[in-house]
């Protein structure tokens, strides 16, 4: 009796940590939300981030 080996190699998911596409991809959009909260705050209460964190 003969055994059939597989012809293709099996893909594998990418890890969800470290330096990949994935955490680039979820770091940037954090960036971005992280902005235009910051861009609503000011707009909202008048004052700058720092005035508004009590730093200045």
Not at 15 to 27: I, M, S
Not at 29 to 52: C, D, H, K, N, P
Request: aromatic share 10%.
């Amino acid at each position: 009796m003969s055994q059939s080996q597989p012809t293709t190699t099996p893909k594998l998911e990418d890890p969800k940590f470290g330096f990949n596409d994935y955490a680039e991809r979820l770091n940037g959009r954090a960036a971005m939300i992280g902005f235009a909260l910051t861009l609503v705050i000011e707009y909202l209460t008048g004052q700058g981030l720092l005035s508004w964190l009590g730093l200045q």
